[in-house]
């Protein structure tokens, strides 16, 4: 398993795929998987049975998963995608957007 550069709660833009230039932010990591699931980024339609909580069942709209290489951060100053580096404070680990040398939190 490698170190993955996002994280839950990031703003990331989608640079290679069907939904290539959609920005989203991240609501699941997959570290084991190298994916990551982005809000309002690859759609699937599901069939659900009725339940308790949807009486009615039918058809729901959800996102899939995303490889982790097909997103990018989105720089904080300039909104564009971005590479990172990592700053090693002590034990805190500070993320640097290469573009801007903003702090990506």
Request: glycine share 8%.
């Amino acid at each position: 398993m490698s170190k993955l550069h996002i994280k839950k709660d990031d703003n990331v833009i989608v640079i290679a795929g069907a939904d290539k230039g959609k920005t989203g932010k991240v609501l699941k990591v997959l570290v084991k998987e190298n994916r990551a699931i982005v809000e309002g980024v690859n759609m699937v339609s599901k069939s659900t049975k009725p339940s308790a909580k949807n009486p009615q069942g039918g058809i729901v709209k959800q996102e899939a998963p995303i490889h982790i290489s097909n997103i990018s951060l989105i720089d904080p100053k300039s909104g564009k995608a971005t590479r990172i580096s990592v700053k090693h404070e002590g034990k805190n680990v500070i993320r640097i957007a290469k573009k801007s040398g903003e702090e990506i939190k």
